[in-house]
């Protein structure tokens, strides 16, 4: 059987990983930088954790992990007859891969509000799952990495984390767009043409809106039983660039509301150096139920992959595990897709693939045991450093200094063994020189 793997996921070589680990790396340094902790949560949660959380494309997604041991003697055997696979799948399945780490780390905050201080800062790299379709940048296993403040209302914490995407996305050398809304000013725009109990109607299609155009979302809209006539009202409120000018139109006490907390978020941001292109985008919507005030999202200028980070404000999301009054903000990026923006973009230092320092090439066996002191010596002294495992030609050894890229090898033979010295060879330049072992560490520190 030829080996495979499943798909939507991916494997990852030593260069990738490192290249993976970079963005890991840049991205945990500016959490920390900013007071957030660390914490992480299991692979699986209950479904009745992650069911209803994510609105009904989120439902849908969700992988569901079957019960042990013969989960069949116990499903609905009425479900299987009428070929109902919601009614089944309660009965043979109790758990689920994680959607998100928004929703596990509310549920972790109720277990755990007399173990943590309030407000709460933390973050979170580890992977997550969705039954989506593959594509490029959209994949079924991938990692996010998340950081959230729950237990307080205030906005400053909304503006902070703009400047979190802006440090890190400037360290990668990655241009974005930091689009930025409200979903109360989204609410207003519903209650202003009358639709406001086809809210998440309206959402969910308006999400849409970068990816299927005005005449895709208009569509879906009116297929969701919203009219034409106030599908005109409601895009025209969607042309509104200016949160100023939306405050003066939008005929809603709530979207009033989104309107002041959005200039609120703003006024902190007024005198900071955001180097990157941050803006209002009344069209963004994030079709995720649990938002409830600010929202925000990031895309790569010059790069066709969609969404690369985003986030928002939740105010009720503890409350469905029985903790009330705990509002909370976060946002999360997508460290996939930024890989692969970066990789298409040529973005990623050289020097994070050249890990291997020094490769030791011996010509003998008793070379070869002399140099295996060596590579000891030079590891003590904190250097990456390998030797070829045996006295092969010549040849095949420096083909194999070639193909790890490394940019010193070290020969040594019977006149280095005998006069306590080494021969090393610049593999970039072709040079070489002979130098005794400090001189060597000198040499590969500098």
Same mark, same amino acid.
């Given at each position: /059987?030829?080996?495979?793997? !499943? ?6 070589? &030593? ?26 949560? !299991? ?8 069911? $209803? ?28 007859? *009428? ?20 929703? !596990? ?28 379709? &593959? ?10 990495? %998340? ?27 990655? &241009? ?44 879906? /809209?009116?297929?969701?039983?919203? =009219? ?11 042309? #509104? ?25 703003? $006024? ?12 209002? %985008? ?16 990031? @895309?790569? #200028? ?19 595990? $029985?903790?009330? $009054? ?9 460290? *996939? ?24 090439? *011996?010509? %003998? ?41 490394? !940019? ?9 063994? =005998? ?13 070489? @020189?002979?130098?005794?072992? %400090? ?8």
């Amino acid at each position: /059987m030829k080996p495979s793997i !499943p798909k939507g996921t991916r494997d990852f070589l &030593p260069r990738e990983v490192s290249k993976r680990k970079y963005i890991f790396n840049t991205i945990e340094s500016v959490f920390k930088k900013y007071a957030y902790q660390p914490i992480e949560t !299991p692979a699986m949660e209950s479904l009745s954790t992650l069911t $209803g959380k994510y609105g009904e494309e989120g439902d849908r997604l969700l992988f569901k992990v079957l019960n042990n041991g013969d989960y069949l003697r116990k499903a609905d055997k009425s479900a299987i007859e *009428a070929s109902n696979s919601a009614k089944l799948t309660s009965s043979i399945s109790k758990r689920g891969l994680r959607y998100d780490l928004t929703i !596990p780390f509310a549920r972790f905050v109720v277990m755990y509000q007399n173990d943590i201080s309030f407000p709460f800062k933390r973050y979170q790299i580890q992977p997550v799952w969705r039954a989506d379709r &593959p594509q490029k940048g959209r994949y079924q296993e991938f990692y996010q990495c %998340d950081v959230d403040v729950v237990g307080s209302d205030s906005l400053m914490y909304e503006a902070e984390l703009m400047q979190i995407y802006d440090e890190v996305f400037a360290a990668l050398k990655l &241009p974005v767009r930091i689009k930025l809304n409200n979903r109360k000013v989204l609410y207003g725009i519903a209650e202003t043409a009358g639709i406001q109990d086809q809210f998440i109607d309206m959402t969910v299609a308006i999400d849409k809106l970068d990816k299927i155009g005005e005449e895709g979302v208009r569509k879906d /809209m009116i297929h969701r039983g919203i =009219s034409d006539t106030t599908c005109d009202q409601v895009f025209q409120l969607l042309s #509104i660039k200016d949160v100023d000018t939306l405050k003066t139109v939008i005929n809603s006490e709530v979207g009033q509301r989104g309107c002041e907390e959005l200039l609120e978020v703003l $006024g902190f941001l007024k005198e900071t150096d955001i180097k990157n292109e941050l803006l209002f %985008d009344i069209s963004l919507a994030r079709g995720l139920n649990y938002y409830t005030g600010c929202i925000f999202e990031v @895309e790569a #200028i010059g790069a066709q992959i969609g969404s690369i980070g985003g986030g928002g404000r939740y105010d009720n999301l503890t409350e469905v595990f $029985g903790l009330k $009054g705990v509002s909370g903000v976060g946002m999360s990026f997508g460290a *996939a897709r930024i890989y692969d923006v970066m990789e298409e973009m040529n973005l990623f230092p050289e020097s994070i693939e050249q890990s291997l320092q020094v490769l030791l090439v *011996a010509f %003998d066996e008793a070379t070869h045991k002399y140099a295996f002191n060596v590579l000891t010596k030079l590891r003590a002294a904190n250097i990456c450093a390998d030797l070829y495992p045996s006295p092969v030609k010549l040849k095949k050894q420096m083909k194999y200094a070639n193909d790890m890229k490394v !940019p010193f090898a070290v020969l040594i033979g019977e006149e280095e063994m =005998s006069q306590d010295t080494l021969t090393v060879k610049d593999m970039v330049k072709g040079e070489q @020189e002979k130098m005794d072992f %400090d001189t060597l560490i000198q040499h590969l520190k500098s």
